[in-house]
Structures are given as C-alpha cells and as structure tokens.
C-alpha cells in the first residue's frame, strides 16, 4: 500500500473556527510532512515529524498547530485563520533516512471565509 | 543553497507529439532529483527519481529524464503525449546531506488534440 490519505478533501470555515485536517499513511514510514500549497505555486513546506517527534517548523503562525499521535498518523489544527491561509493542504510521508522520497497524499482544499 | 529552474512556466503540445519539460538546478555536489506529476486539484505523484548510477531513469506513465551533470539538469521527456498526461510538472532536489526538498516553480502542460 503505498497511498497516503487525508481529509477532509474540501473544507470551508470562519476566521473563528477551529477545525482539523487529518492525515495517514500505512507504509509504515516514520517521517510526516504538512505542505501549504497556492494555485499555480510549487508546495512550500511547513512541518516535518520525524519518528513522532516535530523536527522541522518552517516559522508557521501558532494558528495552525500540528500533531502526531502515532506513527500512521499527523493532524494539522486550525485556529482563528486568516483568509490568505486558503490554499490546498498537503501531507506527505517518508522514511526518515530517505527523506527525499516523499509519498503525497491528494491534499484538502481550504478556504477561510 | 540547492535551487531548481524550470525555464518554461507553460508548455502547449498536440496529442501525439513528443514532450521535453527542462529543468536545472544548483547544488555542490550530485543531488538526488525528482519529477512530480500534479492533476488539477490533486496531490503529487513521483514519475521518477535519480539517485545515482544509470543516467537515464524510466519512470511511470511513460516518461524518462536524464540526468547530464556537465549542464547541470534533469529534463523529462516522454516519446508520445496523451491528452491524459495534461497537469503540472514539477523538477524537485534534495541533497546528498538529506536535507529538505526543493521544489521548482513548475510548468504546465497542455495537451490539444
């Protein structure tokens, strides 16, 4: 199984919502990323895990706060966003070794109203 | 730093045609390379990857690249285009250290029939 997932696919919410997106992964990799990606723009990284741990905070604001509760799974939460944090949401997975090939899920469109 | 250039940020092709996307990039010593494919809406899918060894990688769907040192690039070829193969394309490096991915600014491929 070499698919990673994530929902919702689509989500819409408030500058004063708080909601989260979801992420996993069975093949067994130990390495987690969340990607902010803008149309026509290549994905800009925001959060590596590595082996459950964070290892990697690219200076993202504290409204979104990612989490890795184990090792299949990484939830990003969203809190009090701004309408230019629309945008399509990607997660990835890897071994940490290889850290270069990196399986990306489909990815959830966000839009902040 | 590792950087990746892709010249052309829009290619148009008739179905049938052959295909050649460019890519360059910068780093010290032999990096490890990728091209991801990106369906509107969608996540990424590896095509193929240069690590080391044969300078000419197949890759799914088709396509191969080949890596020349001596110009610095990994462009991505593919004999015959189907309308199928219309999306994003993008040329991504990762150095030898394992440091992050570096991705570049893409290039969209029309298809016309």
């Known amino acids: 199984d070499t698919e990673v997932t994530q929902t919702p696919k689509h989500l819409v919410m408030g500058m004063t919502n708080k909601k989260s997106l979801k992420c996993e992964q069975h093949m067994g990799h130990r390495a987690m990323y969340w990607y902010k990606q803008k149309a026509k723009k290549p994905p800009e990284l925001m959060f590596v895990?590595?082996?459950?741990?964070?290892?990697i905070n690219e200076s993202v604001p504290s409204r979104f706060s990612p989490e890795c509760p184990n090792s299949s799974l990484l939830n990003l939460h969203l809190h009090a966003l701004q309408p230019e944090d629309s945008a399509l949401y990607l997660c990835a997975s890897s071994q940490p070794r290889l850290d270069y090939e990196q399986y990306f899920g489909p990815g959830t469109r966000l839009t902040v109203t | 730093a590792q950087s990746v250039t892709q010249p052309d940020i829009h290619i148009t092709v008739s179905e049938g045609a052959s295909l050649e996307l460019r890519c360059n990039y910068s780093?010290?010593?032999?990096?490890?390379l990728f091209w991801y494919v990106q369906s509107p809406g969608q996540g990424l899918q590896l095509l193929l990857k240069y690590f080391s060894g044969d300078t000419l990688v197949q890759g799914i769907k088709g396509f191969e690249a080949e890596f020349k040192r001596s110009q610095s690039s990994f462009n991505l070829r593919k004999p015959s285009v189907h309308w199928s193969d219309a999306a994003e394309y993008f040329c991504a490096v990762v150095g030898t250290s394992g440091s992050r991915l570096t991705f570049g600014e893409g290039t969209q491929l029309t298809v016309n029939p």
């Open positions: 780093y010290g010593a032999t990096p490890y």
């Open positions: 895990y590595s082996y459950e741990k964070l290892s």
